[in-house]
């Protein structure tokens, strides 16, 4: 069971980024949902959003809402998280993750089982 996130790297302040996170071992269906988080240099872990197998529903930290957009393509196995409208606050490590059951909250990092490597995103002033 592996989740891989991608995408990370420079980008200048006011653009755009899409990060993906490929999950192998088990089809995304079998994975209750998939969240993104972040953690950005001396700062907690931050919920970014997240998405179940279903896709009827997304959900975004406030401070993500209308810049950042959580989609999936279930026949790529595959998650991606399109990042605009990006300020150097944004600046941190990205990690995917995924629950195993439906006792999930989509913010709380704890309710997750499998983590990916994590994706460096750095916007530039």
């Known amino acids: 069971v592996q989740l891989q996130a991608s995408g990370g790297g420079l980008v200048q302040a006011g653009g755009s980024r899409r990060l993906s996170c490929a999950a192998s071992g088990r089809t995304f269906r079998s994975y209750y949902a998939i969240g993104w988080f972040r953690r950005a240099p001396g700062k907690e872990r931050e919920f970014v959003a997240a998405?179940?197998?279903?896709?009827?529903?997304?959900y975004y930290a406030d401070s993500m809402k209308g810049r950042f957009t959580i989609s999936r393509d279930a026949a790529k196995n595959t998650v991606y998280l399109q990042m605009n409208s990006l300020k150097p606050d944004d600046t941190a490590v990205y990690y995917c993750?995924?629950?195993?059951?439906?006792?999930?909250?989509?913010?709380?990092?704890?309710?997750?089982?499998?983590w990916g490597q994590g994706t460096l995103v750095t916007v530039s002033s």
């Open positions: 998405i179940p197998w279903s896709g009827v529903t997304t």
């Open positions: 993750a995924a629950p195993l059951s439906g006792g999930w909250s989509a913010s709380n990092g704890y309710d997750y089982d499998y």
